[in-house]
């Protein structure tokens, strides 16, 4: 909800008397902040970032992305010219934790509309079987489906420890795992927060935004429902993934990930680690390794191999690329409960 404060009398008295001034500011700050066809400049940390911005902002806004499409975005090193350009910027949207550099540069950038994902939901810690953590004795795997079956309603349960992305440290400083797009309805919330932010820094097409916001969370929600409703009954409940990014998204939906942490894409997975997940494949029923787009499949195809699964993508969605199995969030996401579908047995 935008709420607008009144402005007191007295303080309208003193706009007044300096109003060249402000008109003077404004004009040379509005001159860096929007492109010359009056645009708000808006710059993205990745591709998730961008996706929101890019839908909310519509018309209205002049995206610019610090992660080019097929760069993994954890390790990304800012060139002078994308300094630059935060800094020319009229709105920043990032997610902290996400890229330290990106983070570093922004902290130091003058702009007045900076805005970090992390802080429009509530984040999450999980382990390296992040998600939902049913006990493995319940063989239907479906206790998920008390209530009205979904994860977002009863609240999320705290999986202690950090999730690995290939030798990537994947939390963000306080402990908490940064995926927080993989969830459609934590995505929404997301999105609901950059729009209202929006709003606040281009007034002038508050009502176009927030139109643009509501169309977006009603499609997010749609997808949200489609995965309540096609992952509500499988045959198993768990998926073994090389990237632990999914713990958002197993645990909206009653799923439990088993990652392999701390591997780095050109190394194979310990003995005793291929050992604990052929024990785990084996009693949870589960068929397939996931690998992603952006990273080597070697790991995924060298345990499948040793445990006698399948392979397929669930891609983490860093990034869009002509490898990718959608053009943007919403088909890649489709595809990914696809995957998850077949994988996991869905009846």
């Keep these: 909800m935008n709420v607008r404060r009144l402005i007191p009398t007295t303080a309208v008295a003193g706009a007044v008397g300096?109003?060249?001034?402000?008109?003077?500011?404004?004009?040379?700050?509005?001159?860096?902040?929007?492109t010359d066809d009056g645009r708000l400049k808006v710059v993205a940390s990745f591709y998730p970032m961008q996706y929101l911005a890019e839908r909310i902002g519509g018309a209205n806004v002049s995206v610019t992305t610090l992660t080019k499409p097929g760069v993994e975005p954890h390790d990304l090193e800012l060139k002078p010219r994308q300094t630059a350009e935060l800094n020319d910027s009229g709105f920043i949207l990032y997610l902290k934790g996400v890229q330290p550099a990106v983070d570093k540069a922004i902290e130091q950038a003058s702009v007045a509309h900076k805005v970090d994902a992390a802080e429009l939901t509530?984040?999450?810690?999980?382990?390296?079987?992040?998600?939902?953590?049913?006990?493995?004795?319940?063989?239907?795997?479906?206790?998920?489906?008390?209530g009205d079956g979904h994860a977002h309603e009863e609240g999320h349960e705290e999986a202690g420890g950090e999730a690995g992305h290939e030798g990537h440290d994947h939390t963000t400083e306080g402990g908490a795992d940064p995926h927080i797009w993989l969830?459609?309805?934590?995505?929404?919330?997301?999105?609901?927060?950059?729009?209202?932010?929006?709003?606040k820094a281009d007034p002038d097409h508050a009502a176009e935004y927030k139109k643009n916001t509501e169309a977006l969370v009603a499609e997010l929600t749609a997808l949200d429902k489609d995965f309540e409703q096609g992952l509500k009954n499988t045959a198993t409940r768990t998926f073994i993934t090389t990237h632990s990014a999914f713990g958002y998204l197993a645990e909206a939906y009653g799923l439990e990930q088993e990652g392999i942490s701390g591997v780095a894409p050109e190394s194979e997975p310990s003995p005793a680690r291929i050992k604990e997940l052929q024990t785990i494949a084996a009693k949870d029923k589960v068929t397939t390794v996931f690998f992603e787009t952006l990273a080597s499949d070697r790991t995924a195809k060298t345990l499948a191999k040793d445990t006698g699964l399948k392979t397929d993508v669930l891609d983490p969605l860093e990034g869009i690329t002509d490898k990718s199995r959608?053009?943007?969030?919403?088909e890649v996401m489709r595809s990914n409960l696809a995957a998850l579908q077949k994988a996991l047995g869905a009846k």
Excluded: I, W
């Design 326 to 330: 959608g053009d943007d969030y919403t």
């Design 183 to 199: 969830d459609p309805a934590k995505y929404a919330e997301v999105a609901q927060g950059v729009g209202a932010r929006m709003e």
């Design 122 to 146: 509530t984040m999450e810690s999980f382990g390296t079987g992040g998600g939902h953590n049913h006990s493995h004795e319940e063989e239907d795997g479906h206790a998920h489906e008390e």
């Design 18 to 34: 300096l109003g060249l001034l402000a008109v003077s500011a404004c004009s040379t700050s509005d001159a860096a902040e929007r």
